[in-house]
T-cell receptor, first 116, second 112 residues
Framework: AQKVTQAQTEISVVEKEDVTLDCVYE???????LFWYKQPPSGELVFLIR??????QNEISGRYSWNFQKSTSSFNFTITASQVVDSAVYFC?????????????FGAGTRLFVKA | EAGVVQSPRYKIIEKKQPVAFWCNPI?????LYWYRQNLGQGPELLIR????????DSQLPKDRFSAERLKGVDSTLKIQPAELGDSAVYLC??????????FGQGTRLTVV
C-alpha cells in the first residue's frame, strides 16, 4: 500500500538558517514518482519537483536541494539560507501507476516558519 | 498562461443545503482531479477524470457528492446535502496524462 510520512509537523527557523524537511514513503511498485509541493497562505499548491524511481541523482535548484535515497525510502528537501518568503506548508507526495493513470497520495505536510 | 481557475474562493452554507464548486483546468490538460483538504492535513483525492470519463472515484462519497466534466473541459463538484464534516478546502488540479498536476487556489467551504 502507498504511504507518505512527514514526521515533522512544524519547523521554526531564523532567516538564513538551513532547514531540511523529511519525507519517508512506502510503496510496492518499482515504478513511481515523488513530488514536493509548496502551499503558501494563498492556498494553491505550487509544484517544486518531480523525481522518478529510477533516477536517484540528487538535484539542486537555487537554494533548494533534494536528496532521494531508495535504500531508506526517503526523499528529503533542504532549503539553504532560508528566507521569510519560504514560510509555507510543504507536502511530499507519491504517485504510483494505477488503472488508467497514476494515483497520487500526499503526506500530512510540514509547516515551515521562517522568522526575520 | 492561465492556471487552474476555481470558483468561488470561499463559501459558507448552512448544513443540509446544497453547494457546487466549479473548475476550469489548464488548456489542453486531459486529466482533472478533485481533492479535499481537511485542516492540517494533506489533500485527499476524491475523483480523477481522463477527458470526460471518471476513471477513479473510489474515494468520492457518492451518497451526497457528485461530479461531472461535460465535454472534457470544465468540471463541477456538488454536495447535497452538506454536512458539518464537509467543511474543508476543495482543490482542483489538472495535468497532461501521467504528468505533473497543477493546482488551483481552492474553494474553502464552511458548513455551519
Amino acid at each position: 500500500a502507498q504511504k507518505v510520512t512527514q514526521a515533522q509537523t512544524e519547523i521554526s527557523v531564523v532567516e538564513k538558517e538551513d532547514v531540511t524537511l523529511d519525507c519517508v514513503y512506502e510503496t510496492r511498485d518499482t515504478t513511481y514518482y515523488l513530488f514536493w509541493y509548496k502551499q503558501p497562505p494563498s492556498g494553491e499548491l505550487v509544484f517544486l519537483i518531480r523525481r522518478n524511481s529510477f533516477d536517484e541523482q540528487n538535484e539542486i535548484s537555487g537554494r533548494y536541494s533534494w536528496n532521494f535515497q531508495k535504500s531508506t525510502s526517503s526523499f528529503n528537501f533542504t532549503i539553504t539560507a532560508s528566507q521569510v518568503v519560504d514560510s509555507a506548508v510543504y507536502f511530499c507526495a507519491l504517485s504510483e501507476a494505477d488503472t488508467g493513470g497514476f494515483k497520487t497520495i500526499f503526506g500530512a505536510g510540514t509547516r515551515l516558519f521562517v522568522k526575520a | 498562461e492561465a492556471g487552474v481557475v476555481q470558483s468561488p474562493r470561499y463559501k459558507i452554507i448552512e448544513k443540509k443545503q446544497p453547494v457546487a464548486f466549479w473548475c476550469n483546468p489548464i488548456s489542453g490538460h486531459n486529466t482533472l482531479y478533485w481533492y479535499r483538504q481537511n485542516l492540517g492535513q494533506g489533500p485527499e483525492l476524491l475523483i480523477r477524470y481522463e477527458n470526460e470519463e471518471a476513471v477513479d472515484d473510489s474515494q468520492l462519497p457518492k451518497d451526497r457528492f457528485s461530479a461531472e466534466r461535460l465535454k472534457g473541459v470544465d468540471s463541477t463538484l456538488k454536495i447535497q446535502p452538506a454536512e458539518l464534516g464537509d467543511s474543508a478546502v476543495y482543490l482542483c488540479a489538472s495535468s497532461f496524462p501521467r504528468s505533473v498536476a497543477f493546482f488551483g487556489q481552492g474553494t474553502r467551504l464552511t458548513v455551519v
